[in-house]
């Protein structure tokens, strides 16, 4: 490896077991916090969703979240080198949008869990397949550059979305909550089995991990906060929020993180 390319690096964190303890309690924080917005705060679920201010929440909620988003999506482009803080402000950003956008879709637009997983999933596909076509990569290794940037956002808040759907749709059925954790923590295991033991291609598994927390962040985040009628805990959803997002402080703050090196192509 030359100097040039040693000094080349992404502006995201090199892919470690600490990375996807951050990002599973990323996903699950953006459940509860993105709940207590549109759900408690703006009413959606209240009986103030009676009248026509609140019966709006899910989309105002989107809103605000989605303003926040591209904010800090803006200022992580921006940015010179990776900072953890930034990075994963801009990811608690993408998982709470991206809860309020589906429940938005599945919810108010009337599309339910299986439309609106279906049309999110392909959302997901046609980003990477558009992202492999401009830059012929989909890796991390390629973000260090704005065009790589801007497609690896877009992929993610369609993945966040996609992962509230789904996550969803599963606990919604006989499985519930608790049930679908367990299913979804099952199948990263078997990714993570694959990544060590298979030669499957890496970016593939990533992706594929990468999405399956979110599911997994929000039938936990739901099994935290909803009634006990509904198999969940019944935790208040702001204190639920506020210790999961002290975690991930606690942890940004422990866990040494450091770029990703990235892939540098001879001209």
């Known amino acids: 490896m030359t100097q040039t390319e040693k000094a080349v690096l992404t502006k995201v964190p090199a892919i470690t077991f600490g990375f996807w303890i951050i990002k599973i309690l990323a996903t699950t924080f953006g459940e509860t916090a993105g709940d207590s917005v ?5 009413g959606e679920t209240t009986a103030n969703a009676s009248t026509s201010f609140w019966q709006n929440g899910y989309l105002i909620g989107t809103g605000m979240f989605g303003l926040v988003l591209a904010v800090l ?4 482009i921006r940015a010179s080198r990776f900072n953890a803080w930034l990075y994963w402000a801009t990811i608690i950003a993408s998982t709470t949008a991206g809860t309020t956008m589906a429940d938005f879709a599945t919810r ?7 439309g609106g997983a279906l049309v999110l999933l392909a959302a997901v596909l046609a ?3 558009v992202w492999r076509q401009v830059l012929g990569t989909v890796s991390v290794s390629s973000i260090h550059e704005p065009r790589a940037e801007v497609f690896y956002w877009l992929t993610i808040t369609f993945s966040q ?3 509230t759907a789904l996550g969803d749709w599963i606990a919604d059925g006989p499985l519930g909550y608790l049930g679908s954790a367990v299913i979804f923590g099952s199948l990263l295991a078997l990714i993570a089995l694959a990544w060590f033991r298979t030669s499957i291609d890496r970016v593939a598994l990533f992706w594929a991990a990468f999405i399956l927390t979110r599911p997994l962040g929000a ?5 935290l906060d909803k009634p006990y009628a509904q198999g969940g805990l019944e935790l208040s959803r702001v204190w639920a929020t506020v210790v999961l997002g002290s975690a991930i402080a606690a942890l940004i703050l422990l866990v040494r993180q450091k770029a990703a090196p990235a892939e540098v192509r001879e001209a």
């Open 38 to 42: 549109s759900m408690s705060w703006l």
């Open 127 to 129: 980003s990477l397949l």
């Open 108 to 114: 108010s637009m009337g599309i339910g869990y299986p």
């Open 161 to 163: 979305t996609l992962g």
């Open 73 to 76: 999506v803006y200022a992580q």
């Open 219 to 223: 039938v936990v985040g739901d099994f």
